[in-house]
């Protein structure tokens, strides 16, 4: 065994060329026992291609020993080479001592190429010689996890939590208490994230908890969460949406708005910020902010619809047509295209009086809104303007279709019949 440390001395001391030629002298004449240990070592070292080489040669000297074959199966795996490593593995025994290890070995490589059929074969395999392994558990619930079986992943972690609350740098609270949110149990959620929390605190778990709260309606705690995370770490931008959202549905809508500008400064890319920005500013009476705020957000993403068609509607709201359809036609330069767009731009040019684009505008957004009320009482109303009587009653005559009784439509049929 002095020859083992004699070559990891070397290596350690950057004497390769000696530490090679030590190596090839245990390969051709060393023991079997320091092959072995040697091979372990120059694994963890990083010497695949060497400690492959000595796994073989044992292997030529103890054909289909186990737990060299599943040695040499980590190397393949560690190298890349996946397919040699299956059917290195698939070669030991099911009476071998390391066919429970080979199992999980073949189960990860099975799950990583998708096959995930043969790796839950080879799992549960697994769980039925070792039965008190948590570790087959938990790749279990991994397996499950990854296939969005929630159920099934739920009861393999249970397992795994009766024996330990972290397996393989995991915390296993934390993967149910995830779980648990990502189908919308949020109140079950919560107690194991306090509990992951209080096992180890990470700041990704921190969010999760102040997050599923706010999902599951407690918007306080959630607050309470976010403001934590906050203070800890200011650059963790993916709070500060979720901490406004959380605001204004406690109606603190200048809490919301501010905390949306402090993340602005923490991330002026994110268009999802200014855009609810801009909206919170609409509610607080910020119209002029608001407009800037959507105008950032349609400079960072030209494509960004909610944001175009939210500004858009203001203009509309507020008769500033010319600057509503100032921007649609900077949209639909940049090839941005939405119906609702067409629609508005119809209401625009109606209002400025200049009728021949409105009707152009009306008519094709017919074909998307024509089951719209409120469009076809538009469009309606525009055509009994224009004097095109026949299709204003067509079009309310289809808006009666739909409610009978609407003593508006039908006075108003009355009108263009007579």
């Known amino acids: 065994m002095n020859r083992v440390k004699k070559i990891l001395d070397m290596l350690e001391n950057g004497q390769h060329k000696k530490a090679i030629h ?53 190397v393949l795996i560690e190298a890349g080479d996946e397919e040699k490593a299956i059917l290195v593995l698939e070669q030991i025994s099911d009476k071998d001592p390391s066919f429970g290890q080979s199992l999980l070995l073949l189960a990860d490589l099975y799950q990583i190429q998708g096959l995930y059929e043969v790796c839950e074969r080879k799992l549960l395999k697994a769980k039925e010689m070792l039965p008190e392994e948590v570790v087959i558990d938990f790749a279990l619930g991994e397996l499950y ?26 915390n296993i609270n934390q993967r149910i208490a995830d779980l648990l949110s990502t189908s919308g149990a ?40 976010f403001l934590e995370l ?10 500060y949406l ?12 200048q809490n919301s708005f501010d905390v949306i500008m402090q993340g602005i400064k ?47 509607k203001f203009f509309i709201q507020q008769e500033r047509y010319d600057e509503a359809l100032e921007l649609i036609q900077t949209l639909e330069s940049n090839d941005v295209e939405d119906p609702q767009l067409i629609w508005d731009s119809a209401v625009a040019f109606h209002k400025i009086e200049k009728y ?45 279709k739909n409610d009978p009784t609407n003593e508006d439509y039908l006075d108003l049929l009355d009108r263009l019949d007579g």
Not at 22 to 50: A, H, I, Q, R
Not at 191 to 212: C, Q, R, S, V, W
Not at 372 to 400: C, H, P, R, V
């Open 22 to 74: 030590e190596y090839n002298e245990v390969l051709n004449s060393g023991t079997p026992d320091e092959k072995f240990l040697l091979g372990e070592e120059l694994f963890e070292y990083g010497f695949l291609e060497e400690a492959k080489t000595l796994f073989e040669n044992l292997l030529e000297i103890f054909p289909g020993e186990g737990e060299l074959l599943v040695l040499l199966g980590e």
């Open 186 to 225: 949020f109140e079950e959620a919560l107690p194991f994230y306090d509990k992951a929390l209080a096992e180890k605190f990470e700041i990704n778990t921190l969010f999760g908890f102040a997050f599923t709260a706010m999902q599951g309606g407690y918007n306080g705690t959630a607050i309470e969460k």
């Open 242 to 253: 979720q901490l406004a959202i959380a605001y204004e549905r406690e109606q603190e809508l």
């Open 356 to 400: 021949s684009l409105a009707l152009d505008k009306y008519e094709s957004a017919y074909t998307f809104f024509k089951d719209n009320d409120s469009f076809l009482t538009d469009y309606g109303y525009f055509l009994m303007e224009e004097g095109k009587n026949d299709l204003a009653a067509e079009i309310f005559k289809q808006l009666l």
């Open 266 to 312: 923490q991330d002026e890319f994110n268009k999802e910020l200014f855009f609810y920005g801009g909206k919170i500013a609409l509610k607080l009476g910020k119209n002029d902010q608001a407009v800037q705020l959507f105008r950032e957000a349609l400079a960072l993403d030209p494509g960004y619809i909610d944001a175009a068609i939210t500004l858009d």
């Open 145 to 170: 996890s990854e296939q969005g079986e929630i159920t099934k992943a739920l009861d393999a972690y249970e397992f795994v939590l009766k024996e330990c609350n972290e397996l393989a740098g995991v």
């Open 230 to 239: 906050k203070e800890i770490d200011p650059e963790y931008t993916s709070l």
